[in-house]
């Protein structure tokens, strides 16, 4: 073993750590003003006296990243360094365990069905950050032993977890790395977090602000998460909503549009009229006004 690593002892909750394993802990950060994100990523392993050796293994973050891809990135980068470790053959298995749904709820579904539907889901909706996912199939390929990729909740006095998340953060307000793809992000108005389909997809006609424009190459499709600036029921909320390579929409620009009615894979079919900024800002405080 390294001798800069740090052997010390720990009480583990409801996991019992195995020597033939190598355990990787990873967390991501994502921060706005400007959007810059970080991984943190801690390994694991049992010495034969039973004491734990640890390891904080480095990686910079990367300007304009989400949560979600430095959580993913995160995966990535434990297993390359998995894979460059000269006894990685003394381990049967690598076990990562991270607080990401999103990893731990998609992996498997990027191993099997994604690249035998091009990257796109049932209802032919694009896959968000399909680079990631292939180098993440890449580097579980690499290492040619069986991973395994856990959830484990956060920010619960996990000694493993707590450290990767410090390492997260850290790694945010570092040096760092290029963006991973091309986002134009523009803050959004109201309070409300994105919630995928939370806005009905029935053919309407709607104005919106866009938050986040996205140009999926492999897929020739635009994503966006916008804001509905429209009175109504919807008025406030913050989705998920896609377009042809042939209809793009800008950033920080206000649109009149005409949707599809496909929950699954919502489109903008038509851009009617871009809206003056000062006139959609209006709409939108004679709206909250109302609420109030």
């Known amino acids: 073993m390294p001798a800069h690593w740090v052997e010390y002892k720990v009480k583990m909750r409801g996991l019992a750590l195995r020597s033939d394993t190598l355990y990787f802990y990873t967390d991501g950060s994502s921060y706005s003003g ?19 050796a640890v390891e904080d293994v480095p990686v910079w973050g990367h300007e304009g990243a989400t949560n979600n ?5 995160a995966c990535v980068e434990a297993l390359r360094f998995a894979a460059t470790l000269p006894n990685l053959r003394a381990f049967r298995e690598i076990r990562i365990f991270t607080d990401s749904r999103y990893v731990v709820g998609n992996y498997k579904t990027a191993m099997f069905t994604w690249p035998a539907r091009d990257w796109r889901t049932a209802a032919d909706r694009p896959i968000a950050n399909m680079e990631l996912w292939r180098d993440l199939i890449g580097a579980i390929q690499q290492v040619r032993k069986r991973v395994e990729i856990s959830w484990v909740k956060g920010h619960q006095k996990h000694v493993y977890n707590e ?4 390492a997260a953060k850290a790694s945010a307000k570092g040096l ?9 992000v523009r803050r ?37 998460k916008y804001e509905v600036l429209s009175e109504g029921d919807t008025h406030g909320l913050v989705d998920l909503i896609y ?18 009615g496909e929950q699954a894979y919502p489109q903008v079919l038509t851009v009617l009229r871009e809206l003056e900024r000062l006139l959609a800002r209006e709409r939108w405080g004679k709206q909250a006004s109302t609420e109030s």
Not at 163 to 166: E, G, L, T, V
Not at 176 to 184: A, I, M
């Open 34 to 52: 400007p959007r810059v994100g970080g991984m943190g990523i801690v390994m694991v392993t049992v010495n034969p006296d039973g004491t734990d």
């Open 163 to 166: 450290a990767a998340d410090k």
């Open 188 to 224: 959004k108005i109201t309070k409300q977090t994105v919630r995928p389909g939370c806005v009905p997809m029935q053919g309407q006609t709607m104005s919106i602000r866009v938050l986040t424009a996205q140009y999926l190459r492999r897929q020739s499709a635009h994503r966006y």
């Open 176 to 184: 760092l790395k290029r963006p991973l793809d091309v986002v134009h």
């Open 69 to 73: 891809q430095m959580e993913l990135k």
């Open 243 to 260: 377009s042809g390579e042939g209809l793009y929409l800008k950033a920080g620009h206000h649109y009149e549009v005409t949707v599809n």
